[in-house]
């Protein structure tokens, strides 16, 4: 799974939520290569293993992609093994044109490494909980008029991480039943598949994405 967005948008604040949220021994050690403020030069990498009730391991990458102008063969790469995607935007006003430049990028890296546009994508607006942001009527509003689904998040707090998460293996699903016949390897439906992989997880809670 690929977190695609503009820098700042809160990509690795996600992948620092689901693993501060995890219970013990579903997730590994979160990989990353930062600059000194903090800001992903390359990429971070979240392991995880997701426990089905009938003792199939589902292994998981989460990886985020850099979002720098001058990474976009990185992007590129990335890309090219994604199952699926969530781009991740920014609620903030001030951050429209970000959003838009860095989603016009992604529509273009998909062509040029050749993945369909129908690839399983989630968009996630994040930073609900700063002020002047778009608000979570409007980022409904949004929702209905692009065939994604779009979810209001506050990653730093966990709030709409793992919702979004969720989101995106329910439209990853068909696939993986087209390809891999999941259903009959795991003996679990869609409903099923879904619910016994985050049994155990906790709530949102405040400050939950600042963990490293």
């Known amino acids: 799974m ?15 939520a689901l ?3 995890a219970p013990d021994g579903t997730v590994g050690r979160l990989m990353n290569l930062e600059t000194q403020d903090e800001h992903a030069l390359f990429f971070n990498l979240l392991p995880m293993r997701l426990f089905t009730e009938t003792g199939v391991v589902i292994k998981v990458k989460a990886v985020t992609v850099p979002s720098q102008p001058i990474h976009k063969s990185t992007r590129r790469i990335i890309l090219k093994g994604a199952d699926g995607i969530i781009f991740v935007a920014s609620s903030q006003r001030d951050s429209i044109e970000e959003n838009k430049g860095s ?12 993945i369909a546009h129908d690839i399983p994508l989630v968009i996630q607006f994040n930073k609900q909980d700063l002020p002047f942001v778009r608000t979570a009527e409007e980022v409904a509003l949004f929702g209905s008029k692009v065939p994604s689904p779009v979810i209001a998040a506050a990653a730093l707090n966990g709030v709409g991480v793992l919702e979004t998460l969720k989101v995106l293996l329910r439209l990853i699903w068909p696939r993986l039943e087209d390809q891999l016949s999941v259903s009959s ?9 879904e619910a016994s992989l985050f049994t155990g997880w906790p709530e949102p809670r405040e400050g939950v994405g600042s963990i490293t």
Do not use: A, H
């Open 2 to 16: 690929v977190y695609y967005g503009p820098s700042l948008g809160g990509k690795t604040t996600n992948l620092r």
């Open 19 to 21: 693993r501060g949220l």
């Open 103 to 114: 989603f016009r990028d992604l529509r273009e890296n998909l062509r040029q490494v050749g």
């Open 185 to 193: 390897t795991l003996g679990l439906d869609r409903e099923s598949f």
